[in-house]
């Protein structure tokens, strides 16, 4: 049976040592949500943070815009954040309707306060290996895998997903420990055969369940970073929990796993992102 992978414990020690370095700061750090229209789920999300901020004790605040909001007033509402020395780290809450153009947005935020570690100047600072914005949900997953395996180097790792707000970050920093690094998505061939090789896998595609425990590697870590509502209204992740739980060495719950990784790791790269703008 695999050991759960508790992200609400680890991200809890994370929140813990966030707060007691934001009171050593000669300056409290502050961060900006921009939130754009009515989905849910972002309302949620956006909630979860600023509470989570405000236990640790980062300063907040939230630009609430309207659905019919156009790209020029989130431009100016970005550019005026950007401007603001009391603002440290700047997100943009995604999806966006759907009339509005994210890539073009997200790069208006400046590099030095994109906690979403989005900006190509963060992207290419990851891919050349140099300290910057690391996006959060790979961050935090990263954390995840190395509370179980101390040394990552040699292992083969396969990342399903290549988007860039996750896949591609996730590949990177695992390369970054010297894994053998696989990335895997929805047309490569033999799926089930490659994910079987990983020593470290990684689903993140949006479908419920999956990853099926004949797809892993017997004793393998497995990080799901997938949510999705099921018809009985339950969250469940990409990958079939309870026969992997019999075959994987480590596993992450959903939810309960990479989630509060996430969020605890926006705290750290706000953190980041101050301690850049007070040098």
């Known amino acids: 049976m695999a050991q759960i992978i508790d992200g609400k414990a680890i991200a809890a020690q ?23 229209g009515d989905d849910p789920a972002s309302h949620v999300y956006v909630r979860n943070k600023i509470k989570a901020c405000e236990h640790v004790g980062i300063n907040s605040i939230e630009r609430r815009l309207p659905e019919d909001t156009t790209n020029e007033e989130i431009e100016r509402v970005i550019n005026d954040l950007n401007a603001d020395p009391d603002i440290h780290g700047i997100l943009l809450q995604l999806p966006l309707p759907d009339h509005l153009d994210s890539d073009y947005l997200i ?7 994109d906690v979403d570690g989005l900006n190509l100047r963060n992207v290419g600072a990851l891919v050349a290996g140099i300290d910057g914005l690391v996006p ?12 179980v395996i101390t040394n990552l180097s040699g292992l083969h790792a396969v990342v399903i997903g290549r ?3 996750f896949g591609k970050p996730m590949a990177q920093l695992l390369l970054r420990e010297n894994c053998t690094v696989t990335m895997a998505h929805s047309r490569t061939k033999n799926l089930a055969e490659i994910c079987k090789q990983a020593d470290i896998l990684v ?59 996430t969020i605890a790791c926006l705290l750290a790269n706000t953190i980041k992102a101050a301690k850049i703008g007070q040098s």
């Open 107 to 113: 790069q208006l935020i400046a590099a030095h306060k």
């Open 136 to 147: 959060c949900t790979p961050e935090g997953s990263l954390i995840l895998i190395k509370s």
């Open 14 to 36: 994370l929140r813990e040592t966030i707060q007691h370095v934001v009171q050593t700061m000669p300056e409290t750090p502050g961060l900006a949500v921009i939130l754009v």
């Open 163 to 165: 988007s860039l707000l």
């Open 203 to 261: 689903a993140a595609v949006g479908r419920e369940k999956m990853v099926k425990a004949d797809w892993i590697k017997p004793g393998a870590c497995v990080i799901d970073v997938g949510i999705n509502r099921m018809d009985n209204g339950k969250l469940c992740g990409d990958v079939d929990f309870d026969g992997a739980f019999d075959v994987a060495g480590a596993i992450t719950p959903v939810p309960g796993g990479v989630g509060p990784m």
